[in-house]
């Protein structure tokens, strides 16, 4: 770690190897997916968002909100949609998830044991062309979902989307961060591109200054978990931002930025670029989603070079 960082700079505009205003524009670009199925605003490229949507149980309200994530979705050309804190379970969020067309969703157990916001519950929607590379999924928790897909050329990527309680339960916090990093860290070792989206119900603005020049206070319990992400070379892509008070939760005057997609050494090799979406006019939610994008070739190098192999047997 460098001590001269401005930690400051650093987590507002960090390098950004990707020009955001000219590449919504290249005509010439050879996408992995059709016209008809792209899954990305950005060429040659996928996505993975995260968005809290804080439940969908209430009567009527679960419906409208339901349409109103699938407008999200469609207008942002979504690969993979976080969503988090459904209060539903798995068999609510099937029958309600018929109204997102075009996409193929995976939910979490509930915890019938806790009630309202306790309960937690999430979901993981991807776009039907790449939801047939699906070859696993499991419900570790009420709290913590992960999807596998398998792409030709040995390509293994796996999905976590999680909801980190807040610092009101600590034993309920501190069991589901424990439990996270023991599944990142066995996901590693089984060499997974992966990434980590949700809702962490933790402000890394605050924690980078402790982790540059607090290397004691930051291995504390209570930083556990950013901690062990930053101490991996896990990344989080700062989003960029149309607007400097824009954030991903907003209560009152407060605007934090709690919400994040976090990437494993693997596939941060392939991030882009991150936006945060206003979802202000969807009037569904006190959060806006993050949107991180990732270039594609980690999915269409291994397509091609698998093709390319056939065709060598072939002649």
């Known amino acids: 770690m460098n001590d001269n960082i401005d930690y400051d700079t650093f987590v507002r505009n960090p390098p ?18 059709s016209s008809s199925s792209s899954t990305s605003l950005i060429p040659n490229s996928f996505n993975i968002s995260s968005f809290n949507v804080n439940g969908l149980k209430t009567p009527g309200q679960g419906s409208f909100k339901l349409d109103q994530i699938s407008s999200f979705f469609l207008q942002n050309h979504i690969s993979f949609g976080g969503i988090v804190d459904t209060h539903l379970s798995p068999k609510q969020m099937k029958f309600l998830s018929k109204q997102v067309c075009d ?3 995976f939910h979490s157990d509930l915890n019938s044991t806790k009630h309202g916001r ?14 047939t590379h699906v070859q696993f999924y499991q419900s570790h928790s009420s709290r913590i979902l992960s999807v596998d897909l398998f792409f030709k050329g040995n390509i293994k990527l796996r999905i976590f989307v999680v909801y ?15 439990q996270l990093i023991s599944l990142i860290s066995q996901t590693s070792s089984q060499n997974f591109h992966h990434a980590i989206c949700g809702y962490f119900n933790m402000n890394l603005e605050k924690y980078y200054p402790i982790f540059l020049h607090q290397p004691q206070v930051a291995a504390k319990q209570i930083h556990k978990l950013f901690h062990y992400l930053l101490s991996h070379n896990y990344k989080d892509c700062t989003p960029l931002n149309l607007s400097g008070t824009l954030g991903t939760y907003r209560h009152l005057d407060t605007i934090t930025r709690i919400d994040f997609v976090w990437s ?3 596939l941060r090799r392939y991030m882009l670029t991150a936006s945060i979406f206003d979802a202000h006019d969807l009037h569904i939610s006190d959060h806006n989603p993050i949107i991180t994008y990732f270039d ?4 269409s190098d291994a397509i091609k070079s698998a093709r390319a192999r056939q065709l060598g047997h072939n002649t």
């Open 264 to 266: 494993c050494p693997l």
């Open 296 to 299: 594609a070739s980690l999915l």
């Open 16 to 33: 950004n190897p990707v020009d955001f205003s000219n590449i919504f524009n290249d005509p010439l670009s050879d996408t992995l997916f």
């Open 103 to 105: 996409y193929t969703s």
């Open 164 to 178: 980190i309680p807040p610092t009101n339960d600590l034993v309920l916090r501190y069991e589901v961060i424990d």
């Open 118 to 131: 306790s309960s937690g519950g999430v979901s993981l929607f991807i776009h039907n062309s790449l939801a």
